[in-house]
Nanobody, 115 residues
Framework: QVQLVESGGGSVQPGGSLTLSCAAS????????MGWYRQAPGKEREWVAV???????TYIDSVKGRFTISRDNAKNTVTLQMNSLKPEDTAVYYC?????????WGQGTQVTVSS
């Protein structure tokens, strides 16, 4: 079965950095694009970044230049390096993959940016 497990969340001050990781299993990791989404309290879940099977990244405009998504196909992991964090980045961050037209989600990891 497909399983995604996020880690690396925490609390940081504005301008700080965090690195989120997602460990994937249950599918041919190297064949599929991987994504990161986030959801703030009272708001809809929004897409943040995606990396395709050829390791080509795409980002939502608000995180361009601050976040970097990467993948390690040998370890079946995808990482989101977050720099210059802002309070509006506060959310639960979720790892995501679509395999054979079905969406899969991890449990999420909390990121809190506050002074």
């Amino acid at each position: 079965q497909v399983q995604l497990v996020e880690s690396g969340g925490g609390s940081v001050q504005p301008g700080g950095s965090l690195t989120l990781s997602c460990a994937a299993s249950g599918f041919r990791f190297s064949l599929w694009g991987m994504g990161w989404y986030r959801q703030a309290p009272g708001k809809e879940r929004e897409w943040v970044a995606v990396i395709d099977s050829r390791s080509r990244p795409t980002y939502i405009d608000s995180v361009k230049g601050r976040f970097t998504i990467s993948r390690d196909n040998a370890k079946n992991t995808v990482t989101l390096q977050m720099n210059s964090l802002k309070p509006e980045d506060t959310a639960v961050y979720y790892c995501n993959v679509a395999v054979d037209l079905e969406m899969y989600w991890g449990q999420g990891t909390q990121v809190t940016v506050s002074s």
